[in-house]
């Protein structure tokens, strides 16, 4: 988010001072106007800087956010970079509504439509445009990804390109970087959060007043906080009392969903990034250090000097130490992280008591057992043993205090 324009509050941008004079490059690049970069376009407009900084003998330090990104530029294999977003007036189907969509992803590649969630639009919309520009379903596509990546394995003359990276993670135990992050969004409120909602979606009205279709699945509408403050921004209580809890749930959604952002990288980690990881061998999964920030008052000793120090070694050619040597925080995050990832069966199933929809197997044994659907199920029970006045004013009750469920969500 940090590479729109303006809007430093909700993206979060670094401020000019804690940049200390050292150049930050891409954030601001994109106009809240223009269409979101893929991210092909960021690996591209990134490598192209890394080259420029490595060629000037500086040291280029990329700085996330989002996984995904990251990854892009870590690894060949992430990212599908031949195929690249494509204009709607290409597809117009791509347009289409989300049902419609998947609808005919259906058709096209089942094995991807099961995958996703049926209101993912942007996952649903990218899988059947895969398929659109080259004719081949993206499940294909990314089956011979995973053949491509068993090539070194099995072949050890395969040719690979030397691991020549250094990885920092910034870790926080849970219960200290949840009050973290809600103490960061009351900052941001005290900020001005509110008036770049307003901003943004007054940007929104005039783009859409000048007859452009504005895609609130992508780029900067992705925001954690607009979608969850603009209600409440554009159509205030007029009653002081019933504005402040407006105010407040809103706040409270938006702190739900940067808790749960946080815990979704933190799962990336786990499912995506330490298996790329272990596949470029044990240089690479030895380069992630893993920094204990729990403690603020212990940031200087547990995060500052450790990253000094290994960076110094690191770009002197000396030896590196052990990453799970670094503490004990160090040592069990990745003993954790580290264990094999069990691949969950993908199966699509909707629970019609809890209203939601699980994508795989394992999800749907988590949800059935959660305390969320057991109260739901508790709850419909009492109510199918309430009597109901019938249209001749007979007393009738429920037939059934059975519900039929189906199943949900799954990994990332």
């Avoid at 996330?64 to 990104?69: L, N, S």
Wanted: hydrophobic share 35%; net charge negative; aromatic share 6%.
């Amino acid at each position: 988010m940090q590479l729109y324009n303006g809007l430093p509050i909700i993206t979060n941008k670094i401020p000019l001072e804690e940049q200390k004079g050292i150049p930050h490059h891409l954030l601001g690049e994109i106009p809240l106007s223009s269409i979101p970069w893929h991210v092909a376009e960021f690996k591209q407009r990134a490598t192209t800087l890394i080259d420029e900084i490595r060629g000037r003998g500086k040291l280029p330090i990329l700085v996330g956010g989002t996984h995904y990104y990251v990854d892009s530029i870590l690894f060949n294999d992430a990212i599908l970079d031949h195929v690249q977003d494509t204009e709607s007036q290409e597809f117009p189907i791509l347009d289409e509504p989300t049902d419609v969509l998947l609808a005919e992803l259906r058709k096209v590649d089942p094995e991807m439509a099961e995958r996703w969630h049926p209101n993912d639009r942007r996952k649903i919309r990218r899988s059947l445009e895969i398929y659109l520009q080259t004719g081949k379903p993206a499940s294909s596509h990314y089956e011979e990804q995973e053949l491509q990546r068993s090539k070194p394995a099995e072949d050890p003359a395969s040719p690979s390109q030397p691991w020549e990276n250094l990885l920092f993670w910034v870790f926080t135990q849970r219960e200290a970087l949840c009050e973290r992050l809600d103490k960061r969004i009351d900052g941001m409120l005290q900020n001005g959060l509110l008036d770049e909602v307003r901003e943004l979606a007054e940007h929104k009205q005039r783009m859409t007043a000048g007859g452009v279709d504005v895609d609130l699945t992508k780029g900067i509408w992705q925001a954690i906080g607009y979608k969850q403050l603009v209600p409440h921004v554009l159509s205030p209580p007029k009653d002081s009392q019933a504005r402040e809890a407006s105010e407040k749930a809103a706040l409270d959604d938006m702190k739900t969903a940067t808790r749960r952002y946080a815990n979704y990288q933190n799962r990336w980690i786990r499912l995506k990034q330490l298996p790329r990881l272990q596949r470029c061998g044990e240089t690479a999964i030895n380069s992630l250090y893993v920094l204990d920030s729990t403690d603020v008052k212990l940031y200087n000793k547990r995060v500052i000097e450790p990253a000094t120090s290994i960076v110094g070694q690191f770009l002197a050619g000396t030896p590196l130490p052990s990453a799970k040597d670094l503490s004990e925080v160090a040592r069990d995050v990745l003993l954790k992280v580290g264990e094999p990832v069990v691949k969950e069966t993908a199966k699509q199933r909707t629970c019609d008591l809890c209203k939601t929809v699980l994508v795989t197997e394992e999800a749907w044994e988590r949800h059935i057992k959660s305390s969320g659907h057991r109260k739901q199920l508790k709850k419909s029970k009492r109510l199918a043993l309430v009597p109901v006045e019938s249209a001749n004013d007979s007393v009738q009750q429920s037939d059934s205090a059975e519900v039929d469920i189906g199943d949900l969500f799954g990994q990332p």
